[in-house]
């Protein structure tokens, strides 16, 4: 059981740079999940902007009055505010969950 904490280990160690073939596999996980994570972050800063959005043409719909374009605009804002938010959300609680994983795996076979 030694040898499997060790290659997991050698893995997690590789991925910092120390290159051979035994990093390739876990710097393409890494790097694909940095790409994932900046994606996620931009739907997200989108989605909550959109929100936000509808909420200032909501405020304006009141104070002066709503019009068929300002209608169209905060329902616009909200539903595609809605389906970007709902995936995004939904992939960042994976990544974390991922890297806290790998986090407790690296934890315990340091441990070993």
């Known amino acids: 059981m030694g040898d499997a904490g060790e ?8 991925g910092t740079g120390a290159g051979g073939e035994a990093g ?18 931009l739907g997200q800063r989108t989605g909550y902007g959109l929100y936000v959005g509808s909420l200032i043409c909501g405020a304006i719909g009141i104070r002066w009055g709503y019009t068929p374009l300002l209608t169209t605009l905060i329902a616009v804002a909200l539903v ?3 389906m970007l938010l709902a ?9 974390k969950a991922a890297e806290r994983e790998e986090r407790q795996a690296a934890a315990a076979g340091s441990t070993e």
């Open 80 to 82: 595609v505010g809605s």
């Open 87 to 95: 995936p995004t959300i939904v992939m960042s609680h994976g990544i």
């Open 24 to 41: 390739e596999p876990f710097d393409d996980v890494v790097a694909r999940r940095a790409r994932l994570k900046r994606i996620t972050s």
């Open 7 to 14: 290659s997991h280990q050698q893995t997690a160690d590789s």
